[in-house]
């Protein structure tokens, strides 16, 4: 079955780096979108990276842009997502994602990772 497992959150301070990973498995990672989410709560999810199947293309909400990089290594099955210059906006839980076709039960979520901008 499919499965997304996020890694690398924690506490970190305004301005610092974290390096988020997701592994996958269950379907065949290479060919696949892959995003990444994150949300607070009470609010809907936000998209906040998405990378196309070979890597060859990259997009991100402007709050991000230019701080945070999503990329994969398809060999291994692994989604990245590297998070610089962190503000406290940026605390929420961290979610990987892939849509497998056009029916909601067909879009699979990891469990998340918790990060948190704080000093």
């Known amino acids: 079955q499919v499965q997304l497992v996020e890694s690398g959150g924690g506490l970190v301070q305004p301005g610092g780096s974290l390096t988020l990973s997701c592994a996958a498995s269950g379907f065949p990672f290479s060919s696949e979108v892959m995003n990444w989410y994150r949300q607070t709560p009470g609010t809907q999810r936000e998209l906040v990276a998405t990378i196309t199947s070979n890597g060859g293309h990259t997009n991100y909400v402007p709050s991000v842009r230019g701080r945070f990089t999503i990329s994969r290594d398809n060999a291994k099955s692994m989604l990245y997502l590297q998070m610089n210059s962190l503000h406290s906006v940026d605390t929420a839980v961290y979610y990987c994602?892939?849509?497998?076709?056009?029916?909601?039960?067909?879009?699979?979520w990891g469990q998340g990772t918790q990060v948190t901008v704080s000093s």
């Open positions: 994602n892939v849509d497998l076709g056009p029916n909601d039960e067909d879009e699979y």
